[in-house]
């Protein structure tokens, strides 16, 4: 089926990943940069020279297209979906990809900063590419792998079937959305042009992984209103709002409830920005659980300390703001659970064995779950993400692409 195929996946993510698509975090506009449109362009025209007539960037940086459906079958419109966005954790700006053919094991120094050492016994999964052929940047940048590697599959996905009219399948849609990483990936997405049912994300990293659940989560954003007078004339007036900040975050616990402390199923509250003057600071935190009782558990253990520490300054008060941001896609997927059995026959078709796991974080599938379109995330092969050391596996990453092709056979064959 794929013996004569030349896959054009690793090709296309070695280009895109060169297009700077950092989104920001601080920006009030959509997309967050505008050079995000960068790929999104790209991408559309490549579609549309595929023959894929629909294909667009909208306004908003998001790209949607349609490969029509070539049964009498009335089959399930199923989208995949992955978002063009770096994260702003590491640059992004000059990305320049580097193919290390025929890996066997050996500590990769990259050469634009020798100092970044990829090496087997920091990153396990590299046990499983000996003999494959390896791609990372040059150690200045982030690869951009997360998630550029779900977007240059999908994209190889689109070539297969539109080289490939014997496969037969239902209609599927693409979607390549900006901002996933900065949580407004589904912001403007228009859920009637889009038209799907089902769908997936490629958003994931070892081979054969699935993901059916993500953290629940929250922000929480606490303003601190101190007493501000002349320094000089502060004795017994003065209530300084950055004290009271300093004091609220030492008392955080040092062993659990924090990233550094989790894993698991077990969640975190997480302090993210610190901003302010000694009249007014400003506090955001993340809150992650698995389950949405949790988190209104760790909102109200956070707003006791805080509480706490303000009994202290009488005159002084506080602001306590939660924002929903995203929920565990399991509730739907729940609903749904055929949308996830039919990921795991066709991982088995591709040969791999199926991995389930639990993101702790989230996907724009999380937040689409809840839009009506259940979306578990599939592997994208993508390693070692937000850093220099990031990596991604050329043949991980055409083992996606026939996992797409399989499932959308296997939707074909389901239906009626």
Not at 107 to 127: A, G
Not at 144 to 152: E, I, L, Q, R, Y
Request: glycine letters at 8%; hydrophobic letters at 35%; a negative charge.
């Amino acid at each position: 089926m794929f013996s004569e195929y030349a896959f054009t996946a690793a090709e296309r993510f070695m280009r895109y990943v060169q297009i700077d698509t950092q989104s920001d975090p601080l920006s009030d506009s959509y997309p967050t940069t505008e050079k995000q449109k960068d790929l999104g362009r790209l991408l559309a025209s490549e579609l549309q020279t595929m023959g894929i007539a629909d294909a667009h960037m909208d306004e908003w940086g998001y790209v949607y297209a349609t490969i029509p459906s070539n049964t009498d079958k009335k089959v399930p419109v199923i989208c995949f979906c992955a978002h063009m966005d770096t994260a702003p954790d590491c640059s992004g700006t000059g990305v320049k990809p580097i193919l290390h053919r025929n890996y066997q094991g050996k500590d990769i120094v990259l050469p634009d900063d020798i100092t970044q050492v990829l090496r087997m016994s920091e990153y396990p999964y590299l046990e499983t590419q000996i003999g494959n052929d390896i791609i990372t940047a040059s150690g200045t940048t982030l690869l951009g792998s997360d998630d550029k590697a779900g977007v240059a599959e999908i994209m190889d996905l689109a070539n297969y079937l539109t080289t490939h009219p014997a496969i037969k399948h239902g209609t599927i849609k693409l979607l390549f959305t900006p901002d996933e990483e900065v949580g407004k990936g589904t912001a403007k997405v228009d859920m009637k042009k889009l038209g799907a049912d089902f769908g997936y994300t490629l958003d994931s990293g070892d081979a054969g992984a699935l993901e059916d659940e993500t953290f629940s989560a929250d922000g929480v954003q606490v303003i601190i209103h101190g007493v501000i007078s002349h320094p000089g004339y502060a004795k017994g007036k003065m209530i300084n709002a950055l004290k009271i900040a300093g004091e609220i975050l030492a008392a955080l616990p040092k062993d659990r409830l924090s990233p550094e402390s989790t894993d698991g199923k077990r969640g975190f509250i997480h302090p993210v920005r610190v901003e302010g003057i000694a009249e007014k600071c400003t506090l955001d935190f993340i809150i992650r659980d698995f389950e949405t009782a949790g988190l209104i558990k760790k909102e109200d253990y956070l707003r006791t300390q805080i509480e706490e520490r303000m009994r202290t300054y009488p005159k002084a008060s506080f602001e306590f703001r939660v924002t929903e941001q995203y929920r565990n896609m399991k509730e739907i997927l729940d609903l749904h659970p055929h949308v996830v059995e039919y990921a795991k026959e066709a991982i088995l078709r591709t040969g791999l064995t199926p991995k389930m796991e639990s993101i702790r974080g989230g996907t724009d599938g999380s937040r689409l779950s809840f839009m009506g379109l259940p979306c578990p995330n599939l592997f994208a092969g993508e390693q070692g993400i937000h850093s220099k050391l990031e990596h991604i596996s050329v043949q991980d990453m055409n083992k996606a692409v026939q996992m797409m092709v399989h499932l959308a056979q296997i939707w074909e064959e389901k239906a009626v």
